[in-house]
């Protein structure tokens, strides 16, 4: 069996999902308004120690890892799902470093320790949220925000 007790990673958070830009039409409402759902929000990468792993083995082979991003919102006032969370189960004691610069970012010492190392991006809003009683019609929708990418050791 062989041993690893040091390795490389390059993570990626999730991007988030952009807002959408919809109208309500309905046969008898002829002036519906604004209906544009939010962009979901993009996954995270997270750190979990576990008593069960005693080698960094599985981040031998897979060295680019990431979360996935959050879906863009619909019509409707319908919201963009989140997306998937990116976990990275390590043995306890492990400790992360950024790979360029040296800096720690955690140092996993108990059993089931979570630490989120990088958040999601935050989803934009629809054009709902950008109505006013003088601008009743707005055709603008914020984009998602981007996610983050590290090297780690």
Request: proline share 5%; glycine share 18%; aromatic share 4%.
């Amino acid at each position: 069996m062989f041993f690893l007790d040091e390795a490389v990673i390059t993570a990626r958070s999730g991007n988030g999902g952009g807002g959408c830009v919809s109208f309500r039409r309905e046969k008898f409402i002829p002036r519906g308004g604004p209906d544009g759902g939010d962009g979901g929000n993009g996954g995270s990468v997270i750190v979990r120690s576990t008593r069960k792993l005693f080698t960094l083995e599985d981040y031998r082979s897979k060295r680019n890892l990431s979360a996935r991003n959050g879906e863009p919102g619909k019509g409707k006032n319908k919201s963009g799902a989140n997306g998937a969370d990116c976990i990275l189960k390590t043995p306890v004691g492990t400790i992360i470093e950024v790979h360029e610069s040296g800096r720690i970012l955690a140092d996993l010492v108990l059993d089931h320790q979570e630490i989120v190392l990088m958040p999601g991006g935050k989803g934009g809003r629809g054009n709902q949220h950008f109505a006013t009683s003088t601008n009743r019609a707005p055709r603008i929708a914020q984009p998602g925000l981007p996610g983050e990418t590290l090297k780690l050791k």
